[in-house]
């Protein structure tokens, strides 16, 4: 399928993952994502092998995201932010157990029921680990619809290279939007999967999925193990875009919808002469630190775009030792910074950072 067909974020979302192998989709209603499960319930029964399950809360879904994980089979669940912190444990779970899954969240804004327009505030908890204990998960914010196909596809391929889950971190905009997409990404990724539950047939010994630890040793060697496949993670899997930085002295870091209302106010910028780029972050953990670290040795400031109150700025920081300072461009609950807004806070930039 390469022609390229005019669809819905959140519809897109949906194909790709059933494109990529998914078969197993367990979810529950919760806007502005909805039209994911909707899609869903439509298309995997008329799959081989495909199973639509619309579980009686978003507890069970995780659970049943669980189940199937531990068989080795590719599987799905999605929700939005009030829903994805009912997940929590699940998610830790998932950690817990090493098991490969895709969870979509279409970020509203919050705490709380909070609203159902678009927010990126669900940044810490999407990037600091997502439920209890030590552990991250892959986490993959697109800016298209486009790109939220392929990254579909990467979430699930990253996360049975790693054994870990997977996140695409969309929102209320990038769901509802609707752009032309090819859905032919290629040929999909193979891996063994000796430690899948998948029946022994007697010819080998029964494999346990376990997240339980008795031994605090045996818990603490597991944990170390894990941060060292981290830290390898950190070293080659990270992603990012650049959009004029060649001779940038100022510099945007923006993700999702407000990456493209960034290009817009970068455009203008350049216009008037004022040399300013932009670092988007794909992966947000893996957050991009070398590319901003590097940056930082020739840029005098740099401006987080950000739909929250600024959790971003705090890896720009860190990432950057605090070489230089870090304004803050918002807009929260529910609302969207205009090119205009992100215009003034160049202007400011400039001030600051004392770029020409």
């Known amino acids: 399928m390469s022609d390229k067909v005019l669809m819905k974020g959140n519809e897109a979302l949906a194909e790709a993952a059933i494109m990529a192998g ?7 209603p919760i806007t502005p994502q909805t039209e994911v499960a909707a899609y869903m319930s439509k298309r995997m029964p008329k799959i081989d092998g495909g199973v639509f399950l619309q579980a009686e809360s978003e507890i069970a879904a995780i659970n049943m995201v669980i189940g199937v994980a531990a068989t080795g089979k590719r599987v799905m669940t999605s929700s939005s932010s009030p829903g994805i912190s009912l997940k929590s444990e699940g998610l830790s779970y998932l950690a817990g157990c090493d098991l490969p899954a895709l969870i979509v ?8 029921l909070g609203g159902i327009q678009p927010s990126q505030s669900d940044y810490f908890h999407a990037t600091r680990g997502a439920g ?27 996360a049975e290279k790693y054994r870990m889950t997977a996140m695409i971190l969309s929102d209320g905009t990038m769901g509802q939007m609707m752009e032309p997409v090819s859905l032919d990404m290629g040929e999909i990724k193979q891996y063994d999967k000796p430690w899948a539950l998948t029946g022994t047939e007697l010819k080998r010994k029964p494999n346990i999925v376990n997240s339980l630890y008795l031994k605090p040793e045996e818990l603490e060697v597991k944990n170390f193990e894990r941060y060292e496949k981290y830290k390898a993670i950190e070293e080659t899997e990270a992603m990012y875009d650049e959009y004029m930085m060649e001779d940038a002295e100022i510099c945007i870091v923006a993700f999702g919808v407000a990456s493209r209302v960034s290009q817009n106010a970068i455009d203008q910028a350049r216009a008037q002469g004022i040399k300013v780029g932009m670092i988007r972050p794909i992966t947000l953990w893996p957050f991009p630190k070398k590319a901003l670290l590097k940056a930082s040795e020739k840029v005098n400031a740099f401006v987080s775009v950000e739909l929250s109150m600024g959790q971003m700025v705090e890896d720009i920081e860190l990432a950057t030792r ?9 807009r929260v609950g529910g609302m969207i910074p205009t ?16 770029a020409k």
């Open 22 to 28: 998914c078969r197993h989709y367990f979810g529950y």
């Open 339 to 354: 090119t205009e807004d992100v215009l003034n806070k160049i202007m400011e930039a400039t001030k600051v950072g004392g």
């Open 132 to 158: 209890h204990g030590d552990f991250h998960m892959l986490v993959l914010a697109p800016n298209s619809v486009q790109e939220m196909v392929s990254l579909v596809f990467k979430g699930f391929d990253l």
């Open 105 to 112: 969240n279409v970020q509203r804004g919050g705490p709380g």
């Open 322 to 330: 605090c070489a230089k300072p870090v304004l803050l461009c918002n």
